[in-house]
Antibody, heavy 121, light 110 residues
Framework: QVQLVESGGGVVQPGRSLRLSCAASGFTFSTYGMHWVRQTPGKGLEWVALISYAGSDKYHADSVKGRFTISRDNSKNTLYLQMNSLRAEDTAVYYC??????????????WGLGTTVTVSS | QSVLTQPPSASGTPGQRVTISCSGSSSNIGDNNVHWYQHLPGTAPKLLIYINGQRPSGVPDRFSGSKSGTSASLAISGLQSEDEAEYYCATWDDSLNGQVFGGGTKLSVL
């Protein structure tokens, strides 16, 4: 069945780095745009980043631009989020999501269960 | 503060019809398609409506979406207790060059 499984979350000190992974299965991963979306404690959903199906186009939210980088390995059916210079306000549950389109603006129709990142000293 | 404005809460009784609004601008809703998501605590968000008014397979026809100008709305008819959740609108913003979510609307079924 169509599935996304995130991993790589944990507790990290401010200023350190973490890399999240999202393993995809049950669909042709290389055909679809992919997103990272987060939910901070007690707040709503916040879009973090988008990568097009081939990885040629990448977009990041202003709140993470210059610190986070989205990437993908279509040969491994895996999406990544490299998070550097982490801040307390990056503490959140991070979801990966599949877009209905290759470009990434068709709506996110498959979501993982999320991985929790806690930034604390 | 999101560029898409939703009411923080909405409520209704079983069987009623409720509407959730999402207000934006010419750089987001006015120029792009709107999608709606349902999110229950501890679960993965679920796509309810895509491209303004399309329903993914498996989503009941009690859920409908529409868009006019720089605003969009989600309507839920025949309200059921399991509809109690947080609802988010989302679209692309040309100025921000990224996706944006509304602040979310917590729906209570009284």
């Amino acid at each position: 069945q169509v599935q996304l499984v995130e991993s790589g979350g944990g507790v990290v000190q401010p200023g350190r780095s973490l890399r999240l992974s999202c393993a995809a299965s049950g669909f042709t991963f290389s055909t679809y745009g992919m997103h990272w979306v987060r939910q901070t404690p007690g707040k709503g959903l916040e879009w973090v980043a988008l990568i097009s199906y081939a990885g040629s186009d990448k977009y990041h939210a202003d709140s993470v631009k210059g610190r986070f980088t989205i990437s993908r390995d279509n040969s491994k059916n895996t999406l990544y989020l490299q998070m550097n210079s982490l801040r307390a306000e990056d503490t959140a549950v991070y979801y990966c999501a599949k877009d209905r389109s290759g470009g990434g603006i068709g709506g996110m129709d498959v979501w993982g269960l999320g991985t929790t990142v806690t930034v604390s000293s | 503060q999101s560029v898409l404005t939703q009411p923080p809460s909405a409520s209704g009784t079983p069987g009623q019809r409720v509407t959730i609004s999402c207000s934006g601008s010419s750089s987001n809703i006015g120029d792009n398609n709107v999608h709606w998501y349902q999110h229950l605590p501890g679960t993965a968000p679920k796509l309810l409506i895509y491209i303004n008014g399309q329903r993914p397979s498996g989503v009941p026809d009690r859920f409908s979406g529409s868009k006019s100008g720089t605003s969009a709305s989600l309507a839920i008819s025949g309200l059921q207790s399991e509809d109690e959740a947080e609802y988010y609108c989302a679209t692309w913003d040309d100025s921000l060059n990224g996706q944006v979510f509304g602040g979310g609307t917590k729906l209570s079924v009284l």
